[in-house]
């Protein structure tokens, strides 16, 4: 027999935290967060790494309504953030509500009793209102390499770290140079005999200002909580200013470039090597990454820059892109997550029956991320558009949180038996994206990168203001979204002629 739930939320990390508090400040308390892991946490769960660590500011990557003032780095490491998430979730009182080692299969939506049926590992359930809180950096991607299911040595995706297996003395193929490539080559470095570092295309690297956070602060901060507050409205200035390159005027983002090209000259002599480390494309138009340790790691005497991408996996060897073989021990794929193709949208059927993945045909579209037509009583946080590539993705979680709580209380308070956004307002939010992300960095920056989609659309990032999303979605527009009354056969209550979310 299933169990039931008036709201299903799957994922337990920042997102599902974040709806959980909203919904028990309201009041309400008839909910489920359902977590395949051991525990809360989501992506800073299941990411390990050696010198995994967020790359956005401490104070700015947190809670507003729960600053922590006892983090011990400006950029706070993995270990940090999850034991932060495990604390709020009992601060919150949302550990009743937890169910891990839960891993959802399949979900669909009845027309008929007007509930959401949702299959895990561990049995069915059925909700009036499902939401996603898995996030775009949960699945793991490998590329599409011939060989790959031949190697005999080890395998290991940087979001999936085995720490039993030992790398010291190792040869060892590591594949990308995004975010998690480059903070894990510099620690790992040291341990292995030869470590090859293949790269398709150079990133961007710029000066990371990363310190330690003294005893003394953390002292002020938790004598005085303004101190922090304060400390946190800088950094989201400092950050929010970046807009101006990235989507307004994306030729100011060459004074950041110049930035970072002195960074690569102060770091790097070799000007072969240089060469090889230099972008062809304009700042910004890829995720921008900071580091000190980088461009150190690839100059020491045991690590070799492959400029090349991977083209062949062999038994107990790689090959790049010219012919060229080394043999390895084992193979890291830095490759990143699964973002633009949702793996959610390929278990989530909708009013159709179609899945939502069928809907979107390759092109991820949702209204302020959050909700799409023909899939009724369904949200989820960080959708399409609703990314960033300069600020604190915990803003637009928080944003989010308020938009899905206010719609769950306008199906709650007006009796109605199901919510789904607007066709047309939906069609509508989102030629308005489209329009302002055609003069952004990352439409005239000259780069391929994974913020795009199957049929080439940036279906990640939101051009604008931060605060312009968080004032659209916090404040709720009662036209944005059709209510429809129970349906005769599954006896709900009738509907109410007007809905107040506030």
Known sequence: MAQHTQVLIVGSGFSGIALGRALRKSKFTDFRILERGSDAGGVWQSNTYPGCRCDVPSHLYS???APNPDWTSTYSPQPEIQDYLRRCLDRFGLRPH??????????????DDQLWHVTTNTGPWTAQVLVSAVGPLTEPKLPDVPGIDRFQGKIMHSAQWDHDHDLTGERVASIGTGASAIQYVPEIADRTGTLFVFQRSAPWITPHDKRPITDTERARFRARPLRQKIERGKVYVSKELLVLGFAKHPHLMGLLQNVARKHLERQVKDRALRRSLTPDFTLGCKRIVPSNTWYPALQKPNVELV??????????SVIDSAGVEREVDTIVFGTGFHVTDIPFADKVRGRTGKLLSTVWAGSP?????????????????LGPNSGLGHSSMVYMIEAQAEHVRKAIRALDISGSATIEVDRRIHDLYNAELDRKLATTVWETGGCRSFYRDANGRNATLYPDWTFAFRRQATRWKPDAYRLAPPSPSAGRRPQATTADAS
């Open 63 to 65: 809670f507003s309504f």
């Open 307 to 316: 400029p090349r991408a991977l083209r062949e996996i062999r038994e107990h």
């Open 365 to 381: 579209r949702a209204y302020l991320g959050v909700s799409v037509p023909l899939f009724p009583n369904f949200f989820m946080f």
């Open 98 to 111: 937890l169910r891990t080692g839960v891993e959802v299969e399949e979900a669909h939506w009845d027309e």
